[in-house]
């Protein structure tokens, strides 16, 4: 299997109450069976957090708390690749992609993922990723044109379950 890791975007409080209850719950709920798969597998998740907005919600630290302390970094702009230390630990561990979720696809997702293009392979999933509310069409259109754009290294997954039975199968698409 490819050496991956998931990367939780701004997944705090004061971020979800931005959603409705519905949306926040749901998302939180497909994190939850994406943590459980990646206990399972061994893939590691990454929090990424951003700077002053708190921890990420405890539903998602719950059962992790040793590997949220040593996997968790905090970014100040839009892209967790601003952060050195962030940089410096995945280089050590030789990541090759990321499955990118989390908060504000339109912008924090977006822009992370493109401050690497081509460098690492990004995994994306409609199910574990919200844009910002209001969403502006021509922002999420943006989003979903780079997300499944297999040429920079970038896959999009409509639905949890086909991301999981990729990763169950060891069928990740490669570029």
């Not at 993922?113 to 574990?128: D, Q």
Request: hydrophobic share 30%; proline share 3%.
């Amino acid at each position: 299997m490819r050496n991956i890791a998931v990367l939780t975007i701004d997944m705090q409080p004061s971020s979800l109450k931005e959603l409705s209850l519905k949306k926040a719950e749901t998302l939180i709920e497909n994190h939850q069976k994406l943590y459980l798969f990646c206990k399972e597998k061994r893939i590691e998740i990454i929090n990424i957090e951003y700077d002053s907005k708190g921890d990420t919600t405890p539903k998602l630290i719950k059962g992790r708390k040793q590997e949220y302390k040593k996997n968790n970094f905090s970014k100040q702009g839009w892209s967790a690749f601003t952060n050195k230390k962030f940089n410096d630990y995945i280089e050590k561990k030789g990541f090759q992609g990321f499955i990118l979720t989390g908060l504000y696809a339109d912008k924090c997702v977006l822009t992370t993922g493109k401050h690497k293009e081509n460098k690492f392979a990004f995994y994306n999933c409609r199910e574990l990723i919200e844009f910002r509310n209001p969403v502006i069409n021509k922002e999420k259109k943006e989003y979903l044109d780079w997300a499944s754009n297999e040429k920079n290294n970038n896959f999009y997954y409509p639905e949890l379950q086909e991301l999981l039975e990729d990763l169950e199968n060891e069928t990740l698409p490669l570029n």
